[in-house]
Structure formats: structure tokens, C-alpha cells
């Protein structure tokens, strides 16, 4: 049984810094993707980052240049640096994961992962 486990949420005032974790365990895949989403209240969940198990990225145009995605293989844990943070970041964020084809084809922003965690709840003050 995959399990994601989010941490590191918290309050910030704008331009702070968090940085998320995502600790897995039970994974099957023998090659993955792994992504971070976020939904603030009344809006869509929009995907924020991703990270394949090659080690390749892709940030979302909102956050490029804010946030960095990153893991640890050896801690099997992902990690989202979010930097210059603004009020408009402020949101639940979630990793997810799923099997490779889904960083290769980008389909991954559309939130078809297979395993999602629990969230971690970022707030942002003005």
C-alpha cells in the first residue's frame, strides 16, 4: 500500500520561504512520477511540480522561478522549495504519485495520479 505523507505547511508572511516534504513508502513502481498540486479555497487544483524517477522536472508557470521540486531517493521523500512566497500561494498542497508515463507525457497536471497524500495547508500573509 503507497503512502504519501505531507509536512512542512505553515504561515508565512509574503516573501518567506517553506520548504514541503513528501515521504513515501510501499511504492511498486520500478520508475515513477511524482508531483505537488495545491487548491486554495474555491478554486481548482492546479499542478504545481513534478519529478521523475530520470531526475526530470517541470514547474508550472505560476511558480517558475519560486519553487524548485526535488527529492531523496535514498530517504524516498519529495521535497518542493517554495521561495518569494505571496498571498496567492496560499492553499492546501498535496504530492501524489504515479507511474513514470505520466511526467513523460505531461499528463500529470491534469491530476490523473494514481496515490494522493493527505495535504499540508500554506498560509500566506500579506
Known amino acids: 500500500q503507497v503512502q504519501l505523507v505531507e509536512s512542512g505547511g505553515g504561515s508565512v508572511q509574503s516573501g518567506g520561504s517553506l520548504r514541503l516534504s513528501c515521504a513515501a513508502s510501499?511504492?511498486?513502481?520500478?520508475?515513477?512520477?511524482m508531483a505537488w498540486f495545491r487548491q486554495a479555497p474555491g478554486k481548482d487544483r492546479e499542478g504545481v511540480a513534478a519529478?521523475?524517477?530520470?531526475?526530470?522536472?517541470n514547474v508550472a508557470d505560476s511558480v517558475k522561478g519560486r519553487f524548485t521540486v526535488s527529492q531523496d531517493n535514498a530517504k524516498n521523500t519529495l521535497y518542493l522549495q517554495m521561495n518569494r512566497l505571496k498571498p496567492e500561494d496560499t492553499a492546501m498542497y498535496y504530492c501524489?504519485?504515479?507511474?513514470?508515463?505520466?511526467?513523460?507525457?505531461?499528463?500529470?497536471?491534469?491530476?490523473?495520479?494514481?496515490?494522493w497524500g493527505k495535504g499540508t495547508l500554506v498560509t500566506i500573509s500579506s
Open positions: 501524489a504519485a504515479a507511474d513514470f508515463s505520466k511526467c513523460l507525457l505531461g499528463s500529470w497536471r491534469g491530476g490523473a495520479m494514481d496515490y
Open positions: 510501499g511504492y511498486t513502481y520500478r520508475s515513477y512520477c
Open positions: 519529478i521523475s524517477s530520470s531526475g526530470g522536472t
